[in-house]
T-cell receptor
Framework: DQQVKQNSPSLSVQEGRISILNCDYTNSMFDYFLWYKKYPAEGPTFLIS?????DKNEDGRFTVFLNKSAKHLSLHIVPSQPGDSAVYFCAANDRGSTLGRLYFGRGTQLTVWP | EPEVTQTPSHQVTQMGQEVILRCVPI?????FYWYRQILGQKVEFLVSFYNNEISEKSEIFDDQFSVERPDGSNFTLKIRSTKLEDSAMYFC?????????????FGPGTRLLVL
């Protein structure tokens, strides 16, 4: 089951610069996408989401972009801070056929260094 | 801020034993979920639960698994006869609505180790 893919297991960025985390999906029925952040020994924490009717959603330092034709979404963090260091999961949902089931990518470990 | 809680945080059991993982979802949420993450792998959906019955289950959720909402606050996952491959982090989640853009909020997880 590789419906949601995060091909970069890790990303290292200097504090103050932009972090770009990428996610690809294969199921064209997905219509809602979420990013979760996870610290060690904690559960995933919701960060930001986007519906397929939009191509961009912004919340403070976090922006998610959706390119439906390419089946690709990305999370931009500007400016990056050391506290952003965590594993970031992309997740997707097909609201038409499932009752809330989320499909997750494998995650990308973001490290923000001073 | 309301949060999902899970107990225990860690559980070690012998193969073949039954385990019950407990969750207290956010109080006004109506939809409940269990996910698991085997070490080094992705978070996988197990089951969703609404109105005292299973809404959807994955291929992982076989007859060894069951879920229950025994009272107005707890949501449990039971594994009847644990196998080595059940060792994983188990996450409970809850949401106000299902898949209509409602965010699922996750608990901190229970780390299950089957020996």
């Amino acid at each position: 089951d590789q419906q949601v893919k995060q091909n970069s297991p890790s990303l290292s960025v200097q504090e103050g610069r932009i972090s770009i985390l990428n996610c690809d999906y294969t199921n064209s029925m997905f219509d809602y996408f979420l990013w979760y952040k996870k610290y060690p020994a904690e559960g995933p924490t919701f960060l930001i989401s986007i519906s397929s009717i939009k191509d961009k959603n912004e919340d403070g330092r976090f922006t998610v972009f959706l390119n439906k034709s390419a089946k690709h979404l990305s999370l931009h963090i500007v400016p990056s801070q050391p506290g952003d260091s965590a594993v970031y999961f992309c997740a997707a949902n097909d609201r038409g056929s499932t009752l809330g089931r989320l499909y997750f990518g494998r995650g990308t470990q973001l490290t923000v260094w001073p | 801020e309301p949060e999902v809680t899970q107990t225990p945080s860690h559980q070690v059991t012998q193969m073949g034993q039954e385990v019950i993982l407990r969750c207290v979802p956010i109080s006004n949420h109506l939809y409940f979920y269990w996910y698991r993450q085997i070490l080094g792998q992705k978070v996988e959906f197990l089951v969703s639960f609404y109105n005292n019955e299973i809404s959807e289950k994955s291929e992982i959720f076989d007859d060894q698994f069951s879920v229950e909402r025994p009272d107005g606050s707890n949501f449990t996952l039971k594994i009847r006869s644990t196998k080595l491959e059940d060792s994983a982090m188990y996450f409970c989640a809850s949401s106000w609505d299902s898949g209509s853009g409602e965010t699922q909020y996750f608990g901190p997880g229970t780390r299950l180790l089957v020996l």
